[in-house]
């Protein structure tokens, strides 16, 4: 009866311990799947707010004389247009401020949404479209002295470092700001990382950060206007917007502006927009469910996929091309508007490229050499 006793003892512990062990295992995988649930939702919520008409006080304010063409239009007079700009308290003046951050969110598995907020005492950001901000932090000493990702550190004497980063969302109500940022961690060819990522990865919510702007050569001005060092730039009919990455940034505001904001249904003719967007496969297309909605919905926008390789081969088909960006497909889709088969001067289309000093150095040498197109810049 004893030894019977005993098993009997030892048979429930270890039942009871099998138990408890399946019951923390099915925790742990309704936990994980509850959390990716919510992360996949918050991207969504987030996309469908980028998605929509953005508010651009920063043509009205940033830019100070941005409206001037529409003014002229609408029969306003200029002063009482730049008075109402009278007294606007900018948040971005030139000197250092800080952002506060308030949230992270995952896109993919090397970028992040960075959510900062700005004080309410200010009356807006004061960050035209297409222009940056310089995000400053402490410079890091590399693994190997006087190094970094075991090349020359040119930085390594400055106490700080900046890196420049493009808003693709500004939440004036709520002073909030959203950016799109590509971490680069440490790994066998990389041995470092990048300088200010790897310390944009640590923050935590209402952690503080140094920025100053706005910057920026390229500046939209309004009424189909960019100025671009000294010089405007009329969009006439056709303007091509090439990016690698997250050199999409300086063009996802222009582009919803543009659509959204402008609207072509009042204009005898549409701007017709084509964004050719190249990546390192499909997981890395940032944004993808925008672009594809605004191509089903807007006749006059065309957005181009170009990715290095196809992760999922049974969908290579979705694709515009599969490998580097090529001298045919540039050709293609500047030339003319291909999407709906119109053909268009050069004199027409404006060629913008932001992305890899490679893939844009590759771009200028086509269009400028092979197409012959002079309306052209690099970011």
């Given at each position: 009866m004893k030894i019977m006793r005993n098993f009997l003892g030892e048979g429930f512990h270890l039942s009871t311990s099998i138990i408890?062990?399946?019951g923390i295992l099915f925790m742990s995988i309704t936990s994980f799947f509850f959390l990716t649930k919510n992360k996949i939702s918050r991207s969504k919520c987030l996309f469908h707010l980028y998605s929509k008409k953005h508010e651009y006080e920063d043509i009205n304010n940033a830019n100070g004389n941005g409206n001037e063409s529409k003014s002229e239009i609408k029969g306003e007079n200029k002063n009482e247009n730049e008075s109402k700009n009278i007294g606007k308290k900018k948040f971005l003046n030139g000197t250092i401020q800080k952002l506060k951050l308030c949230e992270i969110v995952k896109l993919t598995k090397t970028v992040k949404i960075f959510i900062f907020s700005y004080p309410y005492e200010y009356d807006n950001l004061g960050l035209g479209i297409c222009k940056h901000i310089?995000?400053?932090g402490l410079n890091k000493k590399g693994k190997i002295e006087k190094r970094w990702n075991n090349k020359d550190d040119k930085e390594r004497n400055l106490q700080k470092i900046f890196r420049s980063y493009t808003p693709i969302y500004i939440d004036e109500k709520n002073k909030h700001i959203h950016f799109i940022i590509r971490i680069y961690s440490p790994n066998n060819t990389?041995?470092?990382g990048g300088k200010m990522s790897i310390q944009l990865e640590k923050l935590h919510p209402n952690d503080n950060i140094d920025?100053?702007?706005p910057y920026g050569v390229l500046d939209y001005k309004g009424n189909n206007e960019l100025t671009y060092l000294s010089k405007t730039y009329k969009i006439r009919k056709h303007l091509v917007m090439i990016a690698g990455g997250t050199g999409m940034t300086p063009f996802f505001r222009l582009i919803n502006h543009l659509l959204l904001t402008e609207m072509p249904e009042k204009r005898d003719?549409?701007?017709y927009i084509t964004f050719i967007y190249a990546n390192r496969n499909e997981q890395e297309i940032l944004l993808k469910p925008i672009f594809d909605e605004y191509d089903e919905t807007f006749t006059n926008f065309k957005r181009v996929y170009s990715i290095d390789e196809c992760l999922n081969s049974s969908e290579r088909y979705l694709y515009d091309n599969i490998g580097f960006l090529n001298e045919e497909l540039l050709k293609k889709y500047?030339?003319?508007y291909e999407k709906?088969?119109?053909?268009?001067?050069k004199k027409d289309t404006l060629i913008l490229a932001c992305g890899p000093p490679p893939m844009t150095s590759f771009v200028q040498s086509v269009i400028k050499e092979k197409l012959q197109m002079e309306n052209f810049i690099t970011l």
């Open positions: 408890v062990s399946v310089k995000f400053y990389y041995i470092d920025v100053v702007g003719e549409p701007i500047v030339m003319k709906l088969n119109l053909d268009i001067k």
